[in-house]
T-cell receptor, first 115, second 111 residues
């Protein structure tokens, strides 16, 4: 049981490049989400998904795309990287409605630098 | 939508003293309030949580209190130790699945 696995751990991109941050969980959690963490701003929700085939926007979705083709995977795509997207990205998952366990499990994070 | 404010942004205490971090939320329908601890370079880890039908919960040296009328909740750490030094985040969950986080509190425990 690996929990939530994120890859890569570190990435440097040039402005305008695209890339995909990977997130996978093996806990059969329906809900998955992506947050970005910036100094002094806490964790801000980018996109989330309540199940395979269902995604929705969070607080700061611009410049990012997601898809959820399977329960296990929830990749985050940066379409054309900008320096403002320099941040630490966390994927988090949890069991959803009907479950008494509301706790989120976080991945280990991806530190992205856009130059 | 839900908005969570967290204070203070930094907190320094002497080892053995107590630390209190406070959060307020805006959506009265929020029903779940977790606290996360994040050590430097690590992922956030859930340390304690409380549901809206409970006023207080304790786990060893940490406790959380919830005042639904005032829409605020607090984290209390007693007998602080150097290993308590970290960033602490509060969060609130309105109806649905999204979790809204506060901006975080840097806690430094001086030995």
């Amino acid at each position: 049981n690996a929990g939530v696995t994120q890859t890569p751990k570190f990435q440097v991109l040039k402005t305008g490049q695209s890339m995909t941050l990977q997130c996978a969980q093996d806990m059969n959690h329906e809900y998955m989400s992506w947050y970005r963490q910036d100094p002094g701003m806490g964790l801000r929700l980018i996109h989330y998904s309540v199940g395979a085939g269902i995604t929705d926007q969070g607080e700061v979705p611009n410049g990012y795309n997601v898809s959820r083709s399977t329960t296990e995977d929830f990749p985050l795509r940066l379409l054309s990287a900008a320096p403002s997207q320099t941040s630490v990205y966390f994927c988090a998952s949890r069991l959803t409605l009907g479950s008494a366990n509301y706790g989120y499990t976080f991945g280990s994070g991806t530190r992205l630098t856009v130059v | 939508g839900e908005n969570v404010e967290q204070h203070p942004s930094t907190l320094s205490v002497q080892e053995g003293d107590s630390a209190v971090i406070k959060c307020t939320y805006s959506d009265s329908a929020s029903n779940y309030f977790p606290w996360y601890k994040q050590e430097l370079g690590k992922r956030p880890q859930l340390i304690i949580d409380i549901r809206s039908n409970v006023g207080e919960k304790k786990d060893q040296r940490i406790a959380v209190t919830l005042n639904k009328t005032a829409k605020h909740f607090s984290l209390h750490i007693t007998e602080t130790q150097p290993e308590d030094s970290a960033v602490y985040f509060c969060a609130a969950k309105p109806p649905g699945n999204k979790l809204v986080f506060g901006a975080g509190t840097i806690l430094r425990v001086k030995s």
